[in-house]
């Protein structure tokens, strides 16, 4: 149980940056704002934006769901067995 749990994490903290936006994304879109703001020629005819950003993907919800899922029962049998020894 305690493998599988430190294999499970694993993917949990590989998978965690795809539920936010990208942070530098924003950023650069903030600056070219601001360089925009300062000069005005830089884009011509161009209004720049903030970058949109939705959800994450459904898939990536229901993986992540059913990884902390199996990472808590998992955890469950490994404290139970414990338990059990103890007894």
């Known amino acids: 149980a305690g493998l599988f749990s430190a294999?499970?994490?694993a993917f949990l903290g590989a998978?965690?940056?795809n539920l936010s936006p990208i942070p530098s994304d924003t950023t650069n879109a903030l600056l070219?704002?601001?360089y925009h703001q300062l000069n005005?020629?830089?884009f011509p005819g161009?209004?720049?934006?903030?970058p949109s950003w939705?959800?994450?993907l459904w898939t990536t919800i229901w993986t992540q769901t059913l990884l902390y899922a199996s990472?808590?029962?998992s955890l469950l049998a490994a404290l139970g067995a414990v338990l059990g020894k103890q007894w």
């Open 7 to 9: 294999v499970n994490s």
């Open 46 to 50: 161009q209004v720049p934006s903030l």
């Open 71 to 73: 990472l808590s029962a």
């Open 54 to 56: 939705d959800s994450p």
């Open 40 to 42: 005005h020629t830089t």
């Open 32 to 34: 070219i704002m601001i």
């Open 15 to 17: 998978m965690l940056p």
